[in-house]
């Protein structure tokens, strides 16, 4: 005999272990600050007038991006090992089916600048843009805060490109700078501090105890 | 108060709820990917996925990649079972607010 309240705490604890079971993480934490940071650091570098070139710019942004990626890597493999499972799980795929058509984009055009006269005004808010919809592409299986943050690059895209328009912001090195150190670098900072020690970052569903 | 004697007792044990559940959340599960998710012992799981396999509520399949590895699904068994399950518990619920 048991009671109506362990019938619901039964279905509860059943609709937890699958919510959390269907949820994968794409940026870690610790990679995410140090994207804010050095992102910050890159931005007072071209504040400072140290970057004069356009395309010295971008490649210098694609760098970092590069660097970021392979650190992300590892730092998902080190935590599938932890986990005991393996590094290319049913999550990444379905991960990795869902980012690549948004990363492909924002390479693509950002190629198509390099090929003519990039104009950063314009390639900034896409990057923005396409680094959202990459974000967002994960949302059914992501943790909440991972969706927020796509978001916000969304809504920072579509506000940086209709500042740089409206206020004629071609070429202009300080705007440049301040937009991507307040989105790619100030955004991923709170978001790693926000997600560090918060309940997203555990691992395990504790089902043994939990039911 | 309400009498649980309807539920089916192989999916109600909590180790096993556990495991019929995370199999119903994705078509298939491998072995070492369940055993983390549940914080199981390697033996403990085996004898609960036995039981249920055995039922007929899991199938299981075996892929010799770079280690042998085995993976668990669901049959339609398994699946019918769950959701009667889950019914059921719906059932008693409103059944005791109702009273």
Known sequence: ?211 | MLDFDKLDKLIHEKGRLSIMTLLASRAEWPFQELKAQLNMSDGNLITHLRTLHQAGYVSLTKEKLERPQTRYALTAKGRSAFQEYLQLLEQIIQTGKGA
């Open chain 1, 1 to 211: 005999m048991v009671t109506v309240s362990d019938a619901e705490s039964t279905l509860k604890t059943i609709r937890s272990l699958m919510e959390r079971a269907t949820i994968y993480r794409t940026l870690s934490a610790p990679t995410s600050l140090c994207a804010g940071i050095f992102s910050l650091v890159l931005s007072l570098f071209v504040w400072l007038s140290f970057c004069q070139s356009t395309r010295f710019f971008i490649f210098l942004w694609l760098a970092l991006a590069i660097v970021l990626s392979a650190l992300n890597t590892l730092l998902l493999k080190r935590d599938a090992r932890r986990r005991g499972e393996p590094f290319v799980s049913s999550g990444m795929k379905l991960a990795l089916r869902g980012i690549i058509p948004p990363i492909l984009a924002g390479a693509s055009v950002t190629l198509f600048q390099l090929l003519g006269e990039p104009i950063l005004t314009e390639l900034i808010p896409l990057w923005m843009l396409f680094y959202g919809l990459t974000l967002l592409s994960t949302q059914e299986f992501a943790p909440s805060s991972i969706r927020k943050l796509g978001a916000a690059f969304i809504a920072a895209g579509l506000l940086t490109g209709l500042l740089a328009s409206l206020w004629r912001l071609e070429g202009n090195s300080h705007f440049a700078a301040l937009s991507m150190g307040l989105t790619f670098g100030l955004l991923h900072i709170l978001y790693g501090l926000l997600t560090w020690s918060s309940k997203e970052t555990s691992n395990g569903t504790g089902v043994n105890e939990g039911l």
